[in-house]
């Protein structure tokens, strides 16, 4: 049998691997809220057509989406500034 840690941190990986997916999707598709404005929508959209010459559809531009990449970007740079500051 399992100590008390062992079967907390199961549970709990299983509840965090499971439910923050969830809110990933919650998050990108947020529409609602503060606009994006013009300019950023349309300089993200150059950017978009400019990594792949698939057709983007209109709808892949939200403030949800910007919040997510925004973070995702921040999380991804922090991590390396992390490494590269440790050596």
């Keep these: ?18 439910l923050l997916p969830s809110y990933w999707a919650r998050l990108r598709c947020l529409k609602e809220g503060l606009e994006v404005s013009p300019q950023l929508s349309m300089n993200l959209d150059q950017g978009i057509r400019w990594l ?3 057709p983007v ?3 892949v531009i939200t403030q949800g989406a910007i919040t997510y990449w925004f973070t995702a970007l921040g999380c991804a740079l922090s991590d390396v500034g992390a490494y590269f500051g440790g050596k």
């Excluded at 049998?1 to 499971?18: E, H, K, N, R």
């Design 52 to 54: 792949s010459p698939l």
């Design 1 to 18: 049998p399992g100590s008390i840690a062992d079967i907390s941190t199961t549970l709990m990986g299983c509840v965090y691997t499971g």
């Design 57 to 59: 559809a209109a709808d």
